[in-house]
């Protein structure tokens, strides 16, 4: 007989595992899958690295003849489709699986559903909507991707006391301590990709990596809205493309007479030598940009910076999740207003969390 709470309790194990590979299976979504028979765990899964081997196939193959009659607890309904791997929902009825707990239906129009239906014509029991809250914020990327072709967008600010972001030609000026610069890493490695505008590049430099220690390969594609093409050859992000990729949006042709546009050829050289890649999309129209992203397989977007890019994004109705850290040291006089300031939910967003990190306050916000 089916127990609810063990149903809560396993589902809500197979959920936090699935945030083990956030921002490593691009494009395809990170899953958890626990193994359970008696009550006790047989055998884990989370989606590979790379988006492959699926959660599913790894715990059955851990689990081997001990499968038979068990119960497989998945955050995402079992895929029914021979994409580039065949359909989990065979591996488990192969398996002898007994029944299957989902949290989240797949929406993917390959799946939706059928995955359930291959289960239950099998003669496997199938319960979905299992803490599907939480499955829904796990798998939030993936889902946003999938059913509004866009990438789920956070907005990371770290504001000064002051209510600053930084200090114009000033460089990078640090507003939070170890702790929470430390996190806003831990956020990079679980996002597709970051994006920053040109001025950021120039002014602070940044290299926009994880460099966490145990973390360091699982740095996001690195996008500046680049509009003339102006992003520093020598600078951080162009002299690690080549490790790390970095995508530069500029403008579309045609917009400049004949001597501006081989100006922009000649920078646009000296940045594919480096390894950068250009994309030619107009900066200012968000809704294109974050389509071609999508359709790039990119659904956990993470903007960095500056005010000016943050809000655009708030404008457009862009944003869905926002990161805000309240540092403790001011940036006083030339300071670049923050459009946002701790404390205070910006319209059609609620606080869902407050932490302390160190001396810095940490303020999530969900889209309502
Ligand atoms: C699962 N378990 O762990 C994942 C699933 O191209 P393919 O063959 O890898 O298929 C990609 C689709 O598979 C993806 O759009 C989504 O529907 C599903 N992802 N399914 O059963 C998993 N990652
Ligand atoms: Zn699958």
Redesign the pocket.
């Known amino acids: 007989m089916a127990d609810a709470a063990e149903d809560q309790r396993f589902m809500a194990a197979a959920i936090r595992l699935s945030l083990r590979n956030l921002g490593r299976?691009a494009n395809?979504?990170s899953?958890g899958c626990i193994l359970v028979k008696d009550g006790r765990v047989l055998s884990t899964g989370v989606?590979d690295i790379g988006?492959?081997p699926?959660?599913?196939r790894i715990a059955l193959a851990q689990a081997g003849e001990a499968a038979r009659g068990a119960t497989a607890y998945v955050t995402?309904e079992?895929?029914s489709h021979h994409?580039?791997?065949p359909p989990?929902a065979d591996a488990l009825i192969e398996a002898g699986v007994a029944r299957v707990v989902v949290a989240v239906r797949?929406p993917?129009e390959?799946?939706s559903g059928r995955g359930f239906a291959m289960l239950e014509a099998a003669g496997i029991a199938v319960e979905t909507g299992v803490l599907a809250a939480d499955g829904h914020r796990a798998l939030a990327a993936y889902l946003m991707r999938q059913v509004k072709k866009r990438p789920y967008v956070t907005l990371k600010l770290a504001v000064s006391p002051d209510g600053m972001i930084g200090r114009l030609g000033a460089g990078q000026f640090v507003v939070t301590g170890p702790v929470a610069r430390g996190q806003v890493q831990v956020l990079r490695a679980a996002s597709d990709a970051i994006l920053i505008g040109v001025g950021t590049a120039e002014a602070d430099d940044p290299e926009l990596t994880c460099r966490l220690p145990g973390l360091g390969d699982r740095s996001p594609i690195r996008i500046v809205l680049d509009r003339d093409l102006r992003l520093p050859p020598y600078g951080k992000l162009a002299l690690t493309a080549h490790s790390v990729p970095v995508i530069a949006i500029a403008a579309e042709p045609p917009r400049f007479d004949d001597t501006e546009d081989q100006a922009f050829l000649a920078r646009r050289a000296v940045l594919d030598e480096a390894g950068v890649e250009v994309v030619q999309c107009d900066p200012h129209k968000l809704p294109v940009l974050l389509a071609a992203l999508a359709s790039r397989g990119i659904s956990s977007l993470l903007v960095e910076g500056g005010a000016s890019v943050a809000s655009s994004f708030l404008a457009a109705g862009l944003v869905d999740r926002i990161h805000l850290y309240a540092g403790a040291v001011p940036i006083g006089e030339g300071g670049i207003r923050s459009p946002l300031v701790p404390g205070t939910a910006p319209a059609g967003f609620s606080l869902v969390r407050t932490l302390r990190f160190g001396p810095d306050l940490f303020e999530e916000y969900e889209r309502d």
Request: a neutral charge; aromatic letters at 0%; glycine letters at 10%.
């Open positions: 299976t395809n979504p899953v989606t988006g492959r699926h959660a599913e995402l079992p895929c994409g580039k791997t989990c797949d993917d390959r799946v």
